[in-house]
């Protein structure tokens, strides 16, 4: 049986909600803790003079590097947002071999700039590669409409139908629209909901109410939710983390 592990969260920059205290280095710790084999994270900080000047400890790596370390061998970056001291976007950690990656632009008139980023992993005893995609939604809900509707167009022009499919991150779709629209257009199932009958609430972490983060899944033969404690979390973003446990394929014979 191969069984995996994936994690996702909105790591807001490597700060605590409103931005008051830098906590990366307790937010590594907290994200190695759920053992995921692939980690999808959204607004990381890829480079930032003005927090490196102005904050202590501030670490002069990428952020993906930071919290990859020595436990994730794999990452991939992809820079959605670009500013005059720096850049942050989402990223991907993982423990088998990322073997393609793409950033795809999906930004609509405003400020937010947003993407998805698409991996390609190798992993062993697995006939196709598994196929990933970190997903940042904008917050008004005709841009998500438009955008749930390019990650579909996304989806069946670059992910063979025969592959598995994971795609988790921040949707920022607390009307719950994305469900109905993905499983039409995608075939895809959020796990939370197919296995509690409702999306996780995730936004704000310290109170739980709004449900906008998702992991969503096809091609997979089970996948099942993991309740993660709220300690230490509730203190590391302004968004709950999410994981779940998932089943690629049967043993090998």
Not at 16 to 40: C, K, M, W
Not at 96 to 109: L, M, W
Not at 126 to 142: E, F, G, K
């Amino acid at each position: 049986m191969l069984q995996i592990k994936v994690l996702t969260v909105n790591i807001h920059k490597g700060f605590t909600a409103l931005n008051r205290q830098y906590i990366l280095p307790e937010l590594r710790d907290a994200v190695r803790s759920v053992g995921a084999d692939i980690v999808f994270l959204q607004e990381v900080t890829g480079r930032n003079a003005r927090h490196s000047a102005r904050t202590y400890n501030f670490t002069d790596k990428p952020h993906y590097e930071y919290l990859a370390d020595s436990i994730w061998s794999q990452f991939a970056y992809g820079r959605n947002s670009v500013y005059t001291h720096g850049h942050h976007g989402n990223a991907v950690l993982s423990k088998f071999p990322i073997v393609r990656t793409q950033n795809f632009d999906i930004s609509q008139a405003g400020p937010e700039r947003r993407g998805l980023l698409h991996c390609e992993l190798a992993i062993p005893t697995l006939p196709t590669h598994l196929h990933v995609i970190c997903v940042h939604l904008n917050l008004l809900r005709a841009h998500r409409t438009e955008q749930l509707n390019q990650l579909s167009t996304f989806i069946h022009q670059v992910v063979p139908p025969e592959s598995p499919l994971i795609v988790a991150g921040d949707f920022n779709d607390w009307g719950q629209r994305a469900h109905a629209l993905l499983a039409h257009s995608a075939n895809l199932t959020e796990t939370f909901v197919h296995c509690e009958g409702n999306a996780a609430r995730t936004f704000p972490a310290l109170w739980p109410l709004l449900r906008l983060d998702r992991i969503y899944v096809r091609g997979v033969l089970s996948h099942n939710p993991l309740h993660l404690p709220s300690k230490p979390w509730v203190h590391l973003s302004d968004h709950a983390p999410l994981a779940a446990s998932i089943q690629l394929s049967h043993a090998a014979t």
